[in-house]
């Protein structure tokens, strides 16, 4: 049975820091894995998605790893600003389809 | 706005009473998610359609939740008999089987709170 799991469940960090997110699965049979975040009361937006045979994608100043040997993902922020205060959630699709578990997600602040 | 739309934004409700919660995908996808997501705790998986069809339900889902897609387009979730457990952000995701990724999408989501 596959589970998901992030650590820190809560992160505090100063603007402009550099910092990363870990997401670990247990079953390396994966097909996918992404990286979403999520504000206070409202949905999930998708920041990445990295294919099985990707080893990173970047967006901005996100930089998402997955090592499949390992059952672990990083997701790295760079200078990191207030406005990314949110919860960053990680998912791997249950089978091929969409269903989707997920990790308990990080809680970052970013402090001004 | 071409994203998933959910109605209402928040539902407060006493216990014993009956909530039913809407989803409009985006318009081309063909699947569709219904997620609960409690305080602290990443989503769970409900239930999910392609197309018309119900395809898997989780055991989360008793006998009080249906869901229906009846055209292929919005869905509706109803809980029945509310009880104090069931608050939660209920969340809608849809995604298409074109896409070789099959990235889901998800709405704004219900905030569910039963007295």
């Known amino acids: 049975k596959q589970e998901v799991t992030q650590i820190p469940a809560a992160l505090s960090v100063p603007e402009g820091e550099n910092l990363v997110l870990n997401c670990s699965f247990t079953?390396?049979?994966?097909?996918?894995l992404q990286w979403f975040r999520q504000d206070p009361g409202k949905g999930l937006t998708s920041l990445l998605l990295?294919?099985?045979?990707?080893r990173e994608q970047t967006s901005g100043r996100l930089n998402a790893s997955l090592d499949k040997s390992s059952g672990r993902s990083t997701l790295y922020i760079a200078a990191s600003q207030p406005g990314d205060s949110a919860t960053y959630l990680c998912?791997?699709?249950?089978?091929?389809?969409?269903?989707?578990?997920f990790g308990q997600g990080t809680e970052l602040s970013v402090k001004p | 706005d071409t994203g998933v739309s959910q109605d209402p934004r928040h539902k407060i409700t006493k216990r014993g009473q009956n909530v039913t919660f809407r989803c409009d995908p985006i318009?081309?996808?063909?699947?569709l998610y219904w997620y609960r997501q409690t305080l602290g705790q990443g989503p769970e998986f409900l239930t999910y359609?392609?197309?018309?069809?119900?395809?898997?339900k989780s055991r989360l889902l008793s006998d009080r939740f249906s869901a229906e897609r009846p055209k292929g387009s919005f869905s509706t979730l109803e809980i029945q008999r509310t009880e104090q457990g069931d608050s939660a952000m209920y969340l809608c995701?849809?995604?298409?089987?074109?896409?070789?990724?099959?990235?889901?999408?998800f709405g704004s989501g219900t905030q569910l709170s039963v007295l």
């Open positions: 995701a849809s995604s298409s089987t074109d896409r070789v990724d099959e990235k889901l999408f």
């Open positions: 079953d390396s049979a994966i097909y996918n």
């Open positions: 990295i294919q099985s045979s990707q």
């Open positions: 998912a791997v699709p249950y089978n091929q389809g969409g269903k989707l578990i």
């Open positions: 318009s081309e996808h063909n699947r």
């Open positions: 359609f392609q197309n018309e069809a119900q395809l898997e």
